[in-house]
Nanobody
Framework: QVDLVESGGGLVQAGGSLRLSCAAS????????MGWFRQTPDKAREFVAS????????FYADSMKGRFTISKDEAKNTIYLQMSSLKPEDTAVYSC???????????WGQGTQVTVSA
């Protein structure tokens, strides 16, 4: 069991920035990858970004490229999502997930609310 705890959500005006964090409880921690997803009540869960733990390669949904940056701190077992130029349509619950061995996403955090006002 890996516990993931997100933080950093909140209310921000359009054009503003937020940084989300996701800390994993497991020690030692060497997953295949970690990622961020988001969901609103009227939409299915949406992929935001992911990072390969070992080599740091990153992947982004097209609509987030250039605005969002995913990064990791291996010493803290933590990933971050730096979000800039936020838009009202970015409003969602953002959750992190861990992929332990390269297959499915195994564990999920509880999510953190991000609200972008117009």
């Amino acid at each position: 069991q890996v516990d993931l705890v997100e933080s950093g959500g909140g209310l921000v005006q359009a054009g503003g920035s937020l940084r989300l964090s996701c800390a994993a409880s497991e020690r030692p921690f060497t997953p295949y990858s970690m990622g961020w997803f988001r969901q609103t009540p009227d939409k299915a869960r949406e992929f935001v970004a992911s990072i390969l733990w070992g080599i740091g390669r990153t992947f982004y949904a097209d609509s987030m490229k250039g605005r969002f940056t995913i990064s990791k701190d291996e010493a803290k077992n933590t990933i971050y999502l730096q979000m800039s130029s936020l838009k009202p349509e970015d409003t969602a619950v953002y959750s992190c997930a861990v992929n332990l061995k390269g297959g499915m996403w195994n564990y999920w955090g509880q999510g953190t609310q991000v609200t972008v006002s117009a």
